[in-house]
């Protein structure tokens, strides 16, 4: 089962686990919206999978020239 979690707390689970990381809370509202990281609508909030967004960002990704 997927760890959904709404935009804001993933943002703080990922600066607690490591504090000095560069993802702003801006990028990762934008992984959200572009479609890169899974997401559902429940009413007005967002809820993010957890898993796929760390996934996501442990992944190699290859600039786009």
Do not use: C, W
Not at 32 to 52: D, E, F, H, Q, W
């Amino acid at each position: 089962m997927p760890q959904m979690r709404l935009i804001k707390e993933a943002f703080q689970q990922i600066k607690t686990d490591d504090p000095q990381t560069a993802l702003t809370l801006n990028a990762l509202k934008t992984l959200v919206r572009t479609g890169k990281v899974p997401s559902i609508k429940s009413g007005r909030k967002t809820l993010v999978n957890y898993t796929a967004l760390i996934e996501y960002l442990s992944a190699p990704h290859q600039k786009n020239s």
